[in-house]
Every structure is written in C-alpha cells, then in structure tokens.
C-alpha cells in the first residue's frame, strides 16, 4: 500500500465502529465490565481508547512499524522513551544541535537523576567510533536539526551504534515519515511531535513513538500508562484527521520552502541561508539520498545579528505569524535564541550557532507569491 493510501486506510476498520466512516471519538474515561475478572482491550482512557489505537496504528503503518504509542505531547513521548531505556549509571549519546526541549530534558532532568549525557556532532559519522562503550545505552539523533537543519547519516551511525548494541533513536519530526522513514535506515525507534506536521493545523499538542521491537514496546507502553501522559480522544481525533492529508501539505510546504530559500539567499538584509535543498548545504547530498525531498522549514542569519533586527522582522511580517511552533498550514517565525532554544545555555548557543540574528522559517502553505512579497517587504532596509 502507498503512502498516501496509508494516510487514509490504515488503523481503522470502521466495521468495528458501526460503520462509521471517520474514527468516532470515545468521549469516556472508562468501559464497562460485564463480570469481574473480564479482559477487555480497553478498560481505562488511560491505558487506551478505541479513538488513540486507530492514531498508534496509523502512525506505525506511516512510519513502516509494527508499534505506535501516542503520547500528550512531543516532549512526553521523548521522556518515555529516554526512562524505559535508560537507568542512573547509564550513558546516552546525544547529537548534539538539537531541539532547546530535548536539550533541557538531557541536562536539566536526566542528569541530575543519574544517566550521563554527552553531546558529539555527528555531521562526520566517523566520530561516533570513539565514543561508543559498555555504558553507553542509547544513541540519540535529530535530523534535519532544530533550527540550523543540520544533518547525520542515520545509516551509518545507526551500524556503528547496532555494532557495540547500542539503540538508536531518531526525532524525525522536522522531515515526517513522509519524507523520511529512519527505521528503514536502521534505526530502532522514530519519536514525532505530532503537534507540528502530523496534526498540521497548530489545534493539537500531541507527541508519538513508532517502533518494532516487541520488548522495547513494551517496555515504553508501561511508561505511557504508568505515568499517564496520554492524549485525549479530541486531540487523538484531530491528528488522524491531519494524517489524511499530510503528503499533500508536505509537497505545498517543500514546494515553498524550496522557493523561498532560493530567493532569500539574493536578499542583502541575509547573511546565510540554511536549507538542505540549496547546493551549498554541507548535507545536501546526504539530504538527496536520505529524504524524499528536502522539508519545510528555512532558517537564516540576518546580516545584523541583533536582537532588534530580529525583532523589527519579525514585527514586519504580516503573514508568518510569531511563534514557538512549526508545520502548520501558515507560516510562522521563530526567534530560536529566545523561543525554541531560549532554555539552552548561552555559552551552548554560541557553540551551536543559535545567535541573536538567526530566524527559523515554517514555510506554511499559501500561496508563494504572498509569502514572498511578506518577506520581501519585512526584509527591507
């Protein structure tokens, strides 16, 4: 089955729901037993719902899995993740440009409770050798990167990790499974927030594991119903009715953000571009041969790396509106040093690159001429 057959058909039988040809919301926090004892495949909304199995399975099928779990948020699913495979004592490996939320997670929650984290860049996946030991338990990678859209080779970090039987989890939310499938690379479990493309309308905060180890599963379904950081049945809902149309919008997106890459690398008020599908990429190739195409999102340095330059652009723009999030159907900007990333230390920002000049661009959906008069006029001397 294609994708986007499988966007629309899979993780639901509607036999099962009185015919009912979307998924009904089970509004309820628990079903009825007839005699104690009975086993029901759903007891309590916490432990599932007919409404959030059909959103688990719909995700696995997208992202080639035999497991889904749906979490309350991104940042939910990752900290499931994290605790059912890591223990004080433990070492994860960490790429280290990531998202400002996986980051605080590392070093502010994980640390402190025991686990060591070390952070490596992995664009040359050759420096992964030397750090790989017994003690490390998990590998960590994000790709393309939150905001400078930096690359790694999931293949071969993935082999070098399996080699010394070390786990490798993947964020995959900038790309989605419709451009990029890490299990199939080699990867052992794929974390979205689903809150960005997956649901695609900015209404839902939701977050997702795909998997296929039995073990592991399970292992991460006990967190998902022991800590209880599960979605409700509406915003269930919404992300299945976004997944019907997410290769759609994901080619609109990627057709804009490819136009507005190459014509913001013209404009004087930008000093550097960052977007995998622009020649000059340092992952470009690595882009062509990974993804299907090369995504939605295009940050950039402005040539007055100041705040009040950030600033006066992003007050300038008329479409694209100020905000945290990304992957909706409009276009919104990001002040990664203050939003995204505000959380992460400034010294670990200046490592990074994240400086006060730099925008992240969610390339939304309408219509290009529109969002390129938006730049070009917020953009202006």
Known sequence: MKFATKTIHCGYDSSQHNRAVMPPI??????????????????????????????????????????????????????????????????????????????????????????????????????????????????WLET??????????????SRQ?????????????????????????GADIVVHSATKYLAGHSDVLLGMVALNDDKLYQAIRFIQSAAGAVPGPQDCFLTLRGLKTLH??????????ERVAHWLGSQAAVEQVFFPGLAQHPGHALAARQMKRFGGIVSIYLRDNSRAAAARVCE????????????????????????????MPAQQKTVLG????????????????????DLQQALAE
Not at 26 to 47: K, M, N
Not at 248 to 257: F, S
Not at 354 to 370: A, F, K, M, Q, T
């Open 26 to 139: 089970y509004q309820t926090s628990a079903f009825a037993h007839e005699t104690v004892g009975e086993v029901l495949p759903f007891s309590y909304a916490r432990t599932g719902t007919p409404t959030r199995a059909a959103l688990e399975n719909c995700l696995a099928a997208l992202e080639n899995a035999a497991h889904g779990l749906a979490f309350s948020s991104g940042m939910a699913a990752i900290d499931a993740v994290l605790r059912a495979v890591l223990h004080p004592g433990d070492e994860v490996l960490a790429q280290r440009d990531l998202y400002g939320g996986a980051y605080r997670l590392l070093t502010r929650v994980l640390e402190p409770a025991g686990i060591k984290v070390t952070f490596l860049d992995l664009s040359d996946a050759s420096t992964l050798a030397a750090a790989l030991h017994p003690g490390v338990k998990l590998l």
């Open 144 to 157: 393309p990167s939150n905001p400078l859209l930096n690359l790694v080779d999931i293949s071969e970090l």
């Open 161 to 185: 990790a399996h080699l010394a039987g070390v786990p490798v989890a993947v964020d995959n939310t900038f790309a989605t499974p419709y451009l990029q499938n890490p299990l199939d690379q």
């Open 248 to 257: 759609l919008r994901m080619e609109r997106h990627c057709d804009n953000a």
């Open 316 to 343: 300038r723009l008329q479409l694209f509106a100020l905000a945290e999030s990304l992957g909706g159907v409009e276009s919104l900007v990001n002040h990664s040093a203050t939003m995204s990333h505000g959380s």
């Open 354 to 373: 994240i400086r006060e000049g730099l925008l992240r661009l969610s390339i939304g959906v309408e219509d290009i001429d529109d969002i390129l008069l």
